[in-house]
């Protein structure tokens, strides 16, 4: 009889721990459809555009008058003039950059993202620099169109701008494990609006990069570098990068 009741209460006890050995294997109560995140970080953008023109011809005979458009030359004999160019280089530069994100789990370990990222202090900074015969003033040792000159000074500031971007967007994150420390594969696309700059308008992003989760219960960090690549950036009418990297505090619910 007692051996009996031994073996029933063994059974018991059997019974009450399988239903913690699921609860183990399920699923944690941290694992929530949705989470926000608040992060800062830097914009590192370097970009910059340049260009070179032609004031005087470098036909050193060629007539006054006829150069500045007058029906006939008022001078008798042609006055030689030295060759006159100039050329003008901007650049945009980095800015710190803060915003907020909000991920819904739609799978396992799949999440759609959206975002919206201020970064408001881009600078833009524009020098110029000329030849006159074969003297040159410019910061990076100018030359004419013929290649000649010589470097003396530095370029003319014509000052200094600052921009401000608005980064908006969405995309899928991958979490590449699902424990308290989860590396995450992002793939998006999106915008940027630029304000501040006569030339600004919107461009059009494609985004790629990697990102890594630190777990507390509901609470927990999270770093992100991605990769925006901005198509027909407004300064230099080119593509460009425009690397985020960011670190943030968030909350899954």
């Known amino acids: 009889m007692k051996n009996t009741q031994l073996a029933a209460l063994s059974f018991l006890l059997t019974l009450t721990s399988l239903p913690a050995v699921r609860a183990a294997d399920a699923p944690s109560a941290t694992d929530g459809k949705n989470e926000?995140?608040?992060?800062g970080g830097i914009s590192l953008l370097d970009a910059s555009r340049s260009g070179q023109n032609q004031i005087f011809p470098l036909d050193r005979t060629t007539p006054v008058g006829s150069r500045f458009?007058?029906?006939?030359?008022?001078?008798?004999l042609p006055i030689p003039l030295p060759p006159v160019s100039?050329?003008?280089?901007?650049?945009?530069?980095?800015?710190?950059?803060?915003?907020?994100r909000y991920t819904r789990q739609i799978k396992d370990r799949l999440g759609l993202e959206a975002d919206l990222t201020l970064a408001p202090s881009h600078e833009i900074e524009t020098r110029g620099s000329g030849c006159i015969g074969d003297l040159c003033f410019g910061e990076s040792g100018s030359r004419d169109l013929e290649g000649r000159g010589r470097r003396f000074g530095?370029?003319?500031a014509f000052g200094d701008r600052n921009v401000t971007a608005w980064h908006y967007g969405a995309g899928l994150a991958y979490e590449l494990t699902r424990g308290d420390v989860r590396p995450v594969l992002i793939l998006g696309a999106g915008g940027v609006t630029w304000d501040g700059a006569r030339e600004a308008g919107t461009d059009f992003v494609f985004r790629f990069g990697?990102?890594?989760?630190?777990?507390?219960?509901?609470?927990?960090?999270?770093?992100d570098v991605v990769d925006h690549l901005v198509l027909d950036q407004f300064l230099?009418?080119?593509t460009e990068h425009?690397?985020?990297?960011?670190?943030?505090?968030?909350?899954r619910f």
Not at 36 to 39: A, E, L, Q, R, W
Not at 86 to 100: K, N, Q, R, V
């Open 36 to 39: 926000i995140v608040v992060f």
């Open 210 to 223: 990697a990102g890594l989760k630190i777990l507390f219960g509901r609470v927990g960090a999270r770093v």
């Open 236 to 238: 230099t009418k080119d």
């Open 154 to 156: 530095r370029g003319v």
């Open 242 to 251: 425009d690397v985020h990297a960011t670190a943030g505090l968030l909350v």
């Open 69 to 76: 458009g007058f029906g006939r030359n008022p001078f008798p």
């Open 86 to 100: 100039f050329s003008t280089e901007s650049a945009i530069g980095s800015s710190a950059l803060f915003g907020a």
